[in-house]
């Protein structure tokens, strides 16, 4: 019987990311939640457009302003939850 088992043990080298703000900007995800916005944005604008057979000049601004709103953050859902990563 052996008992002199060796168990061998590999040095795991991990680096810190230094990407600071200006790597956060460029990242991946954070041009896809910009695009996401803007786009929800427009679509919320697009809807009030459609939805008042085509003029926003009887609306008022604070609506507008709500349905734009509502659109970018309905669009920043879209690109950041889970299951958008791949992580649901």
């Known amino acids: 019987m052996d008992t002199k088992n060796r168990i061998e043990v590999k040095k795991l080298e991990i680096e810190p990311e230094k990407q600071g703000f200006i790597g956060w900007i460029k990242s991946k995800q954070f041009i896809r939640s910009v695009i996401g916005i803007a786009i929800g944005a ?8 459609f939805n008042n057979q085509g003029t926003t000049n009887t609306v008022p601004t604070g609506d507008i302003f709500q349905f734009v ?7 920043f859902f879209v690109t950041n939850n889970p299951c958008a990563r791949n992580k649901c």
């Not at 427009?42 to 457009?49: A, K, P, R, T, V």
């Not at 709103?69 to 669009?75: H, I, Q």
Request: charged share 0%; glycine share 26%; no cysteine.
């Open 42 to 49: 427009i679509g919320g604008f697009l809807y009030l457009y």
């Open 69 to 75: 709103a509502v659109g970018a953050v309905f669009g």
